[in-house]
């Protein structure tokens, strides 16, 4: 492993997801709120299309077609591209009808539901420290999509769907896609658990491939056309650069960091698209989060990093022991 490249190229690649809302932005200026809920599955699926085509080409150049022939293609490869698909197709539509700060800290919540459902279907042990970390999650997440509020110095219980403003006439309906965004990334995560045994370039074309299959299947039910049809060459140009950007430049990058970097590390680092994100909403769209925002994002961000700076010191610790 090259560890130096590794971490610049998982810099690289978090830096590419977390312009995602921006670029998405840009590229449905002018269009109709209507059209805005839904363009989101049309532009997963060019994303992931242009990662799928990506990763063939790197597979030719690794010289790997043989091996991709031999390996056996299994239900829960299938279902991890389904789910990576859809969670992205979610994420898109909820930058564009939430705030960026929302969309982001929401597809975040996924280790919680990966880590329940290792506990129900795999018997995975979680301790209580892990408990309590995943607790800090599922509050973070509620106080984000505003289950629980704070409204004149008191607690406030219970989600009202007609709350929205001028800014965001959709913003709830934002949150819940957001959430959603999160439910269909732990189980992609849930999923990438089973056949390990599977080259990384091999198990990318296959993830990128039903993960476009997913998304177009997606555009189909909610068929966005009216908004593609409308494009201008200027929505077009955004587009392409949401194609390429947060495509094949930020996913060709997640692969050389697989393969340099131990799994502490590179979750860790994934985390930067956090702060790229937030930044480019307040920077670019002007917006500024919340008291009761910032907690529940600290608490998703907090209780997901936390058990994988405690696995990087208890294997220092066993390290230095040894």
């Known amino acids: 492993m090259n560890k130096k490249l590794g971490a610049i190229a998982m810099l690289l690649s978090a830096t590419g997801m977390g312009l995602v809302g921006t670029i998405s932005r840009g590229t449905t200026a002018g269009l109709a709120d209507a059209d805005k809920s839904v363009i989101g599955s049309f532009l997963a699926f060019g994303r992931m299309t242009v990662g799928l085509l990506g990763f063939i080409l790197i597979l030719v150049l690794t010289k790997k077609t043989g091996l991709f022939r031999r390996t056996r293609l299994s239900t829960t490869v299938i279902l991890g591209g389904v789910s990576i698909g859809l969670s992205l197709g979610c994420y898109i539509s909820s930058t564009l009808m939430t705030s960026i700060a929302n969309a982001v800290f929401l597809i975040y919540t996924g280790p919680l539901f990966c880590a329940l459902l290792a506990r ?23 106080l984000t999509i505003g289950i629980i509020d704070v409204k004149n110095g008191s607690l406030t219980f219970g989600l009202d769907l007609s709350t929205s403003s001028s800014e965001y006439p959709q913003k709830k309906l934002g949150d819940l896609l957001g959430l959603l965004s999160g439910v269909f990334y732990g189980l992609a995560m849930f999923f990438y658990g089973y056949r390990k045994d599977v080259d990384s370039v091999v198990r990318g074309v296959w993830n990128f491939f039903w993960a476009a299959s997913a998304t177009l299947a997606m555009s189909i039910i909610l068929r966005p056309w009216h908004g593609v049809s409308s494009f201008t060459t200027t929505n077009w140009a955004w587009a392409t650069a949401l194609f390429l950007v947060c495509g094949l430049f930020a996913l060709g990058f997640l692969v050389v960091a697989g393969r340099n970097l131990p799994a502490v590390e590179y979750s860790t680092i994934s985390y930067w698209e956090c702060p790229v994100a937030i930044l480019c909403g307040l920077l670019v769209w002007g917006e500024r989060l919340t008291p009761v925002g910032m907690v529940g994002g600290l608490l998703i961000v907090g209780g997901g990093l936390a058990p994988i700076f405690l696995d990087a010191l208890t ?7 040894a």
Do not use: N
Not at 315 to 321: C, P, T
């Open 120 to 142: 129900i279907f795999r018997k995975e042990k979680i301790s209580i420290l892990s408990g309590i970390f995943l607790f800090l999650v599922f509050v973070g997440m509620l």
């Open 315 to 321: 294997r220092k610790s066993r390290f230095s022991d």
